[in-house]
């Protein structure tokens, strides 16, 4: 008998800027292509959170991912209120929840941390990280992991029950684990090499030209770990829904 599978449900919270979605697609796309090279029989449901777009129920599916945003989680809109109480609630139903970028600084206030914009300013291009801890789900194990970043805030204060697992010298709370179900990342595994160039291109005038250089050269000095972290995700994900019901793909939100 086949194992059952897994369906994904991805709160989307941005979208990729016009110019670069023809290319590169659109955020939810990048995630289904991430996670299936590790897993192609996963299935994905998608909420356009930022167009208030929430799911009625925990339930809708076997566990969650937030993307990342060009907005804050201290914006005051109503639909990132909406989404805080939405990351609550999942979290009360120890349903398990993988948050990137601006999603891992919505896990971090919603259950009880603080964000702020670091002082030291944006963090572009490849961020090398240690991992703190090891746990069982990171299989196959590594000390280190290199992932993409493109983030000015970041969580400063995190939930109480929280651990920290990476760091790096721009970010002291990279990685954080809250009660063994819900996982922040302020990296962004889903990206590629080429995305990240052309969206550090799209940000010039933004981004300080000597952060923006710097981000640049570190794409050419080391490789993003990608696959093994969409692994050890895989392998989270998976550890809370040993008993997940068989599901159909459905995109309720299709790339534009």
């Not at 990351?87 to 990137?100: A, M, S």
């Not at 280190?144 to 970043?149: F, K, P």
């Not at 400063?156 to 009660?179: F, G, R, S, T």
């Not at 969409?230 to 459905?250: E, I, P, Y």
Request: hydrophobic share 40%.
């Amino acid at each position: 008998m086949a194992a059952p599978t897994m369906k994904i449900g991805i709160l989307q919270c941005d979208d990729v800027m016009e110019s670069l979605r023809t290319v590169h697609g659109n955020y939810p796309d990048m995630f289904v292509r991430w996670l299936s090279t590790v897993d192609p029989d996963l299935d994905f449901t998608v909420w356009r959170c930022h167009e208030g777009d929430l799911p009625e129920s925990t339930d809708a599916a076997d566990a969650w991912l937030i993307t990342g945003s060009k907005y804050g989680v201290n914006d005051d809109l109503e639909w990132i209120t909406r989404l805080e109480t939405f990351v609550r609630k999942l979290h009360e139903d120890h349903k398990p929840i993988v948050g990137f970028c601006f999603g891992h600084q919505m896990i971090g206030r919603a259950l009880g941390g603080a964000v702020r914009k670091h002082p030291g300013g944006w963090g572009v291009g490849m961020s090398i990280n240690t991992i703190k801890q090891q746990l069982p789900w990171m299989n196959p194990w590594k000390p280190d992991i290199n992932l993409l970043v493109s983030h000015q805030d970041q969580v400063y204060q995190v939930p109480e029950d929280a651990v920290v697992l990476a760091e790096n010298k721009l970010c002291a709370m990279y990685m954080i684990l809250v009660d063994q179900s819900t996982l922040g990342i302020q990296g962004h595994p889903e990206f590629s090499k080429e995305y990240a160039r052309d969206l550090m291109e799209a940000r010039r005038g933004v981004i300080p030209d000597d952060v923006l250089e710097a981000g640049l050269a570190s794409l050419d000095k080391s490789s993003a770990d990608s696959k093994l972290m969409a692994l050890w995700v895989r392998n989270f994900l998976s550890s809370g829904n040993q008993d997940c019901a068989t599901n159909n793909v459905v995109l309720r939100a299709t790339s534009e």
